[in-house]
């Protein structure tokens, strides 16, 4: 590869960025979909977050007001004394520095060149990565150099260290327990209310013998080794970890020190070569080449790669995080992000990987059904926030405000009820691309049937216009909380119901067995759906789809232009109370309609005429935003506003746009910018027997190319600009 083609698979950081730290953790995040390990340092600094996050793992600390993703003890640990000096990047002098994130093979590097303060010259290369092959195996590598005159004294000092909290020092174990047994480290604990157990095993391998001291703390084994190297000389120290926890064995500490054992004697370069190859494959499905535009290319694929590190590989009972396992925005909690967002790629290029995430969905239909019977309904309710039980786990109030210290109530948990069908949508996509009447029937039209059954439990009838509504909704645009008909969740349930009913047909016709078992299951009313699929009240206002009701008569006009440049949201600007009565909208809400159903909705004139009414006003207060607004943009004709709202989505996170990736990557605006790509500029569409594309290419876009599996059959597609 020339260099000219390795920039667009690396993400470097050179010279060193001190007061960046948080932003590059989360950008330079490696993972496996297991595991998620934020890049920070080996050596640890004061304001750095070292984060390790398990899939899955979550606790709900007795005293906080929802379950979280745990911090895992801290691997990294690494720290190295040369003569006594400890090597920091704060400290002496960095005489050279390159980071570099190598997203095709999904490998972190480090280079540096460090003076130490008594001006010892240390050459130092770092990398890291987390296996995509065997996701339970983790593994470290320093090279050790040093330059200077003389023999030098070095000591590595290496922990699993457990004292690592969550944000707000949130302590989840209800115990650790270290041991360290000369060059082997051994941590497990429990947490303390959901009761997973969780064990690491660590090993570290020298090519230089010398001395071993334990260097344990309280929850934290870790031990040193000190030898010699004279000028020039190198050293090579290889850290492999094991993580396992009862989410994927009975024997957590048994399967961690066996999964331990394997590794080593399979050896840091086999497991490389391994990893690299399984992201080899990876990439073979899910890259998008781009010619003709570096910038798109990279970015283009750093949302890929993101997507990637945080798919589950074989669990199907943990989703993807709307901040993956990159950090702890949102706690890990999985939203509509995933079904809408994420997974259209997956079912496109990996549907395997798409199935998983709709089967998590699926074991979580029992708590669907609780929150519905909780709330005086019927079916499946599925939760606006999402963990490992699948009950709702919105936060009913934010953290206070850090200046006025107030607090507002989240209604988002009790209103944003669109997202059943969201996960219908997901469900149907999947069947519709894939093909896979099987797993539908033993499972996707379940999903179908009861999310449609709880709609015809909640939608409201009013006689005097004879048409059903849904009062008290909270659409994409969470600016106007508990509005009436939102007409993009009541456009949704009509499509949805409509859609139950031809699956109940098809199901009859096709596999009658499977339709009884679903009706003495289920509570189907077709007559009913239908009723509510043909008078759900879709309201058109002044020629376009009113958002909700009254957005046009009782909302303020609002000039959102003046306030450019802006990086805060327009809530945080102008406060919670206000931001509701002004007609300003936080993210793509009609124009996700738009996405979604495109020419069900309406002509070409209708299309444009409800573009022009919202875009203005749009201020993409959520990162799901504009890769949303330049797939419409491209579908629309409207190449430049389209080209320019999707480099913004697709850098969004490398250039920390929202200055606020230290919690985490954006993870739906990256499975968004993928779909902006493949529906919008290319125009791909796939019907049940056809796919057609519809290309509206930038202009200097020379070539796109890529794959997609429909109904089981691989399809390369390629695009030429003329
Ligand atoms: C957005 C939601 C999204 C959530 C998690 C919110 O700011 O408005 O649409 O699901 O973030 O990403």
Not at 281 to 296: F, L, N, P, T
Not at 321 to 327: D, I, N, P, R, T
Not at 681 to 699: A, Q, S, V
Request: with cysteine.
């Amino acid at each position: 590869m020339n260099s000219y083609e390795l920039r667009q698979w690396q993400i470097k950081e050179a010279p060193f960025r001190p007061f960046d730290l948080a932003h590059t953790e989360t950008i330079l995040t490696i993972g496996n979909g297991l595991v998620g390990v934020r890049g920070s340092f080996e050596e640890g600094y004061p304001t750095d977050s070292p984060t390790t996050l398990l899939a899955g793992i979550f606790n709900h600390k007795a005293g906080t007001l929802v379950p979280e993703l745990v911090s895992m003890p801290n691997w990294l640990s690494l720290t190295i004394h040369v003569n006594g000096e400890a090597f920091r990047l704060d400290q002496g002098r960095i005489l050279g520095y390159e980071r570099v994130l190598n997203m095709k093979t999904g490998i972190l590097t480090r280079g540096v060149l460090w003076l130490s303060p008594n001006r010892t010259i240390l050459r130092l290369a770092f990398e890291r990565f987390t296996s995509l092959a065997n996701p339970h195996i983790l593994a470290l590598r320093v090279l050790i150099q040093p330059l200077s005159e003389g023999q030098h004294q070095l000591r590595m000092t290496s922990a699993l260290d457990g004292r690592i909290l969550n944000p707000g020092n949130v302590d989840h174990w209800a115990n650790l327990h270290g041991e360290v047994s000369q060059d082997q480290l051994f941590i497990n604990g429990t947490t303390d209310q959901s009761g997973y157990h969780v064990a690491m095993a660590a090993q570290l391998l020298s090519t230089h013998s010398g001395e071993w001291a334990d260097e344990s703390n309280p929850r934290c084994p870790a031990h040193s080794l000190t030898f010699q190297l004279n000028q020039n000389e190198k050293a090579t120290i290889t850290k492999l970890v094991s993580i396992h926890s009862s989410r994927d064995t009975d024997d957590p500490i048994t399967a961690a020190r066996t999964t331990l054992e394997q590794a080593v004697e399979v050896g840091y370069d086999k497991l490389k070569l391994d990893h690299e190859s399984a992201w080899y494959d990876y990439w073979d499905q899910m890259d998008i080449v781009i010619e003709g535009d570096e910038v798109a290319q990279r970015a283009v694929r750093f949302c890929t790669y993101h997507l990637l590190i945080a798919t589950p590989q074989y669990d199907e009972r943990v989703s993807i995080a709307a901040k993956s396992l990159s950090g702890f925005g949102y706690k890990g909690h999985v939203f509509w992000d995933t079904e809408f967002f994420m997974l259209p790629p997956l079912t496109l290029a990996m549907p395997e990987a798409a199935r998983r995430l709709l089967m998590y969905r699926y074991h979580n239909l029992d708590g669907a059904r609780k929150k519905a019977r909780a709330n005086g309904y019927e079916g499946a309710m599925f939760p606006w926030e999402s963990t490992d039980t699948g009950e709702e786990t919105t936060p009913q109030w934010t953290d206070p405000h850090p200046v006025t210290g107030e607090r507002i109530r989240i209604w988002t948990g009790d209103n944003e009820q669109h997202i059943s069908s969201d996960i219908a949508y997901a469900v149907l996509q999947f069947w519709q691309w894939t093909g896979d009447d099987a797993w539908f029937v033993q499972y996707g039209a379940e999903i179908v049937l009861d999310t449609a059954v709880f709609w015809a439990s909640r939608a409201e009838y009013n006689a005097e216009y004879d048409r059903y509504e849904l009062r008290q909704q909270i659409g994409p645009d969470e600016y106007h909380e508990n509005v009436d008909n939102s007409v993009f969740t009541n456009r949704l349930v009509a499509w949805h119901m409509q859609q139950a009913l031809n699956v109940l047909d098809w199901l009859h016709q096709n596999h009658p067995q499977a339709a009884q078992r679903l009706e003495a299951q289920l509570n189907i009313q077709p007559q009913k759906w239908q009723d509510i699929a043909q008078k759900m009240w879709i309201n058109v206002n002044q020629g376009v789809l009113e958002q909700f009701e009254g957005f046009f008569d009782r909302l303020q006009p609002f000039n959102l232009y003046d306030y450019t440049p802006r990086t805060a949201n327009m809530d945080w600007i102008l406060g919670h109370e206000k931001t509701q009565r002004v007609r300003v909208i936080k993210q793509a809400d009609v124009v996700m309609l738009m996405a979604i159903l495109w020419d069900e909705l309406g002509d070409h004139d209708f299309l444009m005429r409800n573009w022009e009414t919202y875009y203005p006003v749009v201020d993409h207060g959520s990162s799901l935003s504009p890769s949303i607004h330049a797939w419409v943009a491209a579908r629309l004709g409207l190449l430049r506003e389209a080209y320019d709202l999707f480099i913004y989505a697709a850098t969004i996170d490398l250039e920390d746009h929202k200055g606020n990736v230290r919690d985490g990557i954006h993870a739906a605006c990256c499975g968004g910018v993928w779909q902006a790509v493949v529906f919008g500029f290319c125009g791909l569409k796939l019907r049940d027997n056809e796919i057609t594309l519809d290309p509206m290419l930038p202009k200097h876009w020379r070539r796109v190319a890529f794959k997609v599996v429909h109904q089981g059959r691989i399809i390369p597609i390629e695009i030429t600009n003329t």
